[in-house]
């Protein structure tokens, strides 16, 4: 259950160069012919803005030109052009956050850029938000919080809400709420065919389930009608441990994620970070209280683990949580990967799991020390399935399953510099998240579910779902994208067919 210097040694790297061609292919001067002022091409300051916006230096390809379409009407022309000219690769941009290069962002095709679909509408009474495709959860929460309310949005303000909703989705309230995809109360959608459509729980309602976490495999969803949630304060934030803490804070969350000590008003992860140029190991907790006046509560034992190196601790709203995360994420951008597992929690699996990441990450980094690696290994909860009677959604739980009690999803990364050395700490990656699993399989702890936001481009989140489930996607892909367009043409996410 280790990698062997014989194997780390032999992980080659590929130098990997973005090209894109600086002549105008069909499919552009169709598009530009049809949405003449929506439409750039690479000497353009609006398709270089787009590039620089993806939050990950892998995730900056070069497509032969960007649409820009300002509403569900110019997504369903954008298409029927890219199926005119069928060999045409394109993909679909909504916050860009998603880490595997080519899932938001193409070379030698087009990419379709929802920033401009990034209004947020509240309409007085209706207890929703309409949210365009394009907004980030910072541009959802600041409006809401105008009206005193809240949505279930990324917990960083600079993750679309598009990709995290359709994802799953966990949400600072998702302990008490669930899923931020179950908030969803309807979706327009652009079909292949150029139809734009409205998925609720009473109309498409078989595309209104697929689209909680069966991503881009359908059409592409211009607006989500989100359930509104009373404004809420925040006490939480981020503490740094020094180094020799880190069995007391595995300890203090091991606890926290027993079933008897659930707390449906504490959300939020423990991470130990790995910085190879200093050979140092940081414990770090992002927790938070959704309740300030219980605080701590159950959070006690996780904010009092010593000792402690910065403390950042406040009571805030929600939009200022995500903002201050924002700035840790735009800082200095590099280059990222990671890759996901989920495990039931017992009194010992997250040290061993810690252990086992602890005395091979370093042998990793240090094969690629050129490229400054540093690496992460981040335990946080589950939310709650919903209950029987609510309408369902595609990730593979029964109404009666607890994931929010007893189970953890794993995040391994590593941020790097260098695109020659993406090869090789990708097949590191793989190698943990196997060594992991296999750890988890002997404990007798394994869950098959990947949570398809933080899964790797070598993953299938989608099966993880289980055979049934995948197979309504599937039927579901099958009946509203016939031709397949979104299995074909969009050149990246994880495929049904």
């Not at 595997?100 to 193409?106: I, R, S, T, Y």
């Not at 309740?291 to 000792?307: A, F, N, Q, R, S």
Request: charged content about 20%; overall charge neutral.
């Amino acid at each position: 259950m280790r990698l062997s210097r014989a194997f780390i040694g032999s992980l080659t790297t590929v130098v990997v160069t973005a090209q894109y061609n600086t002549t105008q292919p069909t499919a552009c001067a169709e598009l530009a012919s049809a949405l003449f002022e929506r439409v750039f091409f690479p000497e353009a300051p609006t398709y270089n803005a787009s590039i620089s916006s993806y939050p990950f230096i892998q995730l900056r390809l070069h497509p032969n030109c960007i649409v820009r379409p300002s509403s569900a009407k110019d997504v369903s022309v954008a298409l029927g052009v890219l199926q005119h000219n069928n060999r045409t690769r394109f993909a679909v941009k909504g916050g860009g956050h998603n880490a595997n290069a080519g899932f938001n962002n193409v070379d030698n095709g087009v990419t379709i850029d929802m920033q401009s679909l990034k209004g947020v509408e509240i309409a007085r009474g209706d207890g929703v938000v309409r949210v365009g495709a394009g907004a980030l959860s910072q541009d959802a929460y600041d409006a809401a919080e105008k009206r005193n309310l809240t949505v279930l949005a990324g917990r960083i303000g600079v993750v679309g809400v598009a990709g995290f909703v359709t994802g799953g989705g966990v949400n600072f309230l998702s302990p008490q709420y669930g899923w931020a995809c179950d908030a969803v109360v309807n979706f327009e959608v652009v079909l292949a065919s150029g139809d734009i459509v409205n998925a609720n729980a009473t109309s498409n309602s078989d595309l209104y389930a697929a689209l909680k976490g069966g991503q881009n495999n359908f059409g592409i969803v211009t607006r989500f009608d989100l359930k509104a949630y009373p404004a809420t304060n925040l006490w939480g934030g981020r503490i740094v441990y020094a180094p020799t803490a880190a069995t007391d804070l595995l300890t203090a969350f091991t606890k926290f994620k027993t079933p008897k000590s659930f707390d449906p008003y504490i959300a939020g992860w423990v991470t130990i970070r790995y910085n190879h140029s200093a050979a140092l190991y940081n414990p770090v907790a992002i927790m938070w209280h959704t309740k300030p006046e219980l605080k701590p509560g159950g959070l006690e034992e996780i904010t009092e683990v010593k000792p402690q190196i910065t403390n950042g601790m406040v009571e805030a709203p929600i939009s200022e949580h995500t903002r201050n995360a924002s700035r840790q994420v735009v800082a200095t951008p590099r280059r990222t990967i990671w890759a996901t597992t989920s495990f039931h929690v017992n009194p010992t699996i997250v040290h061993k799991v810690h252990a086992l990441w602890k005395g091979l990450v370093p042998e990793i980094c240090e094969t690629y020390a050129d490229a400054s690696p540093s690496a992460e290994l981040t335990f946080q909860a589950l939310p709650s399935q919903p209950k029987t009677g609510a309408a369902p959604n595609s990730l593979g739980f029964s109404s009666t399953d607890t994931p929010e009690k007893d189970m953890v999803f794993l995040q391994i990364v590593f941020t790097f510099d260098g695109s020659e050395a993406t090869e090789g700490l990708e097949r590191g990656l793989k190698n943990l998240i196997e060594v992991v699993e296999e750890l988890t399989q002997d404990e007798g702890v394994y869950h098959p579910y990947k949570y398809l936001n933080f899964a790797a481009w070598f993953q299938d989140p989608l099966g993880s779902y289980g055979k049934d489930q995948k197979k309504k996607l599937k039927e579901v892909a099958r009946k509203y994208d016939p031709k397949g367009v979104f299995q074909k043409q969009v050149s990246g996410g994880f495929k049904l067919l």
